[in-house]
């Protein structure tokens, strides 16, 4: 599986070394990891260009902070200019466990008719962080539930997801199109596939 990661930033960047290290020690290695820098003033820039000469990487600082949803839009966009045949989206706090896209290749192979793919979203405390992946419990209200932490157990397919370590296909991006800028919320792809996998996030 070729993917390209994606990473939003801001004035977090210790949190950041962590993720780009949990990317760049995957047993299976992404084609590109694009920082989108939130406008930080902690020193981002020059941290990422002293710690990392790895050719991959690619960082993008923007003018002012826009936000994470303009973020994941740049991100997004870079992505797909880049060709990518599957994206991942994270924040800067999201530090992937080694196996993380073995797994979701896995995951590809295993439902190919598939378009989107994720694992679950836990603390550093191994307290899963549920809010992240919810299913439908009512379409004419849109009521939500979160996924029970016994369904992370196996595989499982839901509703709604936010944007913590999801993978996209690009025909996904094409057909739904880049986020809105200015408007943060969850995605929807019915019956999406939770691979057995975990990706952790620090506690702040």
């Known amino acids: 599986m070729e993917y390209t ?24 290695q992404p084609k590109y990891i694009v920082i989108i820098d939130n406008a930080s003033t902690d020193g981002t820039k020059e941290m ?10 690619l960082y993008d600082r923007l003018n002012t902070n826009q936000g994470g949803s303009a ?28 196996e993380f896209f073995a797994a979701i290749n896995a995951g590809v192979k295993k439902y190919g008719s ?9 603390l550093e405390n191994g307290q899963l962080d549920a809010l992240h992946r919810e299913n439908i419990k009512n379409n004419n209200y849109l009521t939500v539930s979160p996924i029970e932490r016994s369904e992370y157990e ?9 944007f913590v370590g999801i993978v996209l296909n690009k025909q ?19 019956n999406m596939p939770c691979v057995v996998e975990r990706l952790y996030r620090s506690l702040i």
Do not use: C, H
């Open 172 to 190: 996904t991006v094409e057909k739904a199109g880049l986020p809105e800028k200015n408007i943060l919320s969850n995605l929807m792809i019915l």
């Open 114 to 122: 598939q378009n989107a793919f994720s694992g679950g979203v836990f």
């Open 154 to 162: 196996k595989d499982f397919s839901y509703d709604i997801f936010s």
């Open 48 to 57: 990422v260009e002293q710690s990392f000469s790895d050719k991959r990487i």
């Open 71 to 98: 973020g994941y839009y740049f991100g997004l966009r870079k992505a797909m200019e880049l060709d990518a045949e599957w994206i991942s989206i994270s924040d800067d706090d999201a530090i992937f466990t080694p």
């Open 5 to 28: 990661s994606v990473i939003v930033t801001y004035n977090r960047k210790k949190l950041l070394v962590e993720a780009i290290q949990s990317l760049l020690t995957q047993t299976e």
